[in-house]
């Protein structure tokens, strides 16, 4: 029964107005298939890179600074040319967009967990509680979120034996970018549960004795989600930034897992002698990116918002 609904699923889909949105937005479409082809292409990387750059075996330091190869010294076998220690910055991008596409759904997923969940408890009980969680995001809010990010990563790394901060470095950046993006979540969720919780429907379930909890999880959680998923969408721009910007300043990932940080901030330190694509390309590949998701994002705004279409 279950198997002969999913055709019945897929066609309302495309009948849906989210998906004619989808389909008149030729800009929408573009974004969508080059985050298609990226994040595709950064999960395969490990089994489809030319080479694989973190096996000091294939490394060569002569090809170290080779340019790329339409300029004059490029080799055919290094595309974008390579970095400092010989390795080909084509397949660096390539295994480093894993790893900032995986802290950034991992950091959003988390922000987006901790922040429904207390949005919905504030905006479902109310009154002190509801006091406490709001003014803890205030207090967060007059805070950047790269600073408090900053705070939990050098706290952690303080906390945590020096021999095991390489080990612990990517949960650590996901854990500090998570935890300083859940307000807007919070905050969405809590102004959506204050309107859906005077509905019919929450009445009626509290009159048959439903627990609170089910009640938040299995009635007024999916309508409130649509605001919450177009803020998720825009978040995980915000985080693969987040993690560049952490990784720039020496912070984020090691050097043992690049990400798109790691090594525009390694490429900075030769950009001024000549050897400018080791920062420019992994830079072009992070624009690309986040444009291409925050372009998502936009159009996602505008198809579940009924005001716009």
């Given amino acids: 029964m279950a198997v002969a609904s999913v055709p019945g699923a897929v066609r309302r889909f495309v009948d849906s107005d989210v998906f004619y949105s989808f389909r008149r937005s030729k800009v929408t479409m573009a974004a969508a298939a080059v985050t298609f082809v990226i994040v595709i292409c950064s999960v ?49 991008i390539m295994l480093g967009a894993r790893v900032s596409l995986l802290v950034g759904f991992c950091a959003t997923l988390f922000a987006m967990t901790i922040g429904v969940f207390l949005g919905l408890v504030s905006g479902y009980i109310g009154g002190t509680t509801d006091a406490v969680i709001m003014r803890v995001a205030d207090v967060k809010l007059s805070f950047p979120a790269i600073l408090i990010a900053l705070l939990i990563d050098g706290v952690a790394r303080g906390i945590i034996p020096r021999d095991m901060h390489d080990d612990l470095a990517l949960y650590v950046v996901i854990f500090s970018i998570g935890i300083s993006n859940w307000v807007a979540y919070a905050r969405t969720v809590r102004g959506s549960t204050l309107v859906e919780k005077n509905k019919e429907y929450v009445q009626a379930a509290r009159i048959i ?33 987040a993690e560049a910007t952490l990784s720039f300043l020496g912070v984020g990932v090691p050097g043992t897992q690049p990400s798109l940080g790691t090594l525009i901030r390694v490429g900075n330190n030769f950009l001024f002698s ?36």
């Fill in 44 to 92: 395969l990387a490990p089994w489809i890179v030319p080479h694989n750059t973190y096996d000091v075996r294939s490394l060569n330091l002569l090809d170290a600074f080779t340019p790329p190869v339409w300029i004059e010294g490029g080799k055919p076998q290094y595309l974008l040319g390579t970095d400092d220690q010989g390795r080909d910055v084509f397949s660096t």
């Fill in 209 to 241: 004795g439903l627990h609170p909890l089910t009640i938040m999880i299995r009635h007024v959680l999916p309508n409130v989600m649509g605001p919450v998923l177009v803020i998720g969408t825009l978040g995980l721009a915000g985080a693969i930034l």
């Fill in 274 to 309: 000549g050897e400018w694509w080791m920062t420019i390309f992994p830079g072009v590949m992070l624009v690309i990116l986040v444009l291409a998701v925050n372009l998502l994002g936009d159009w996602l705004r505008d198809a579940l918002n009924p005001k716009l279409r």
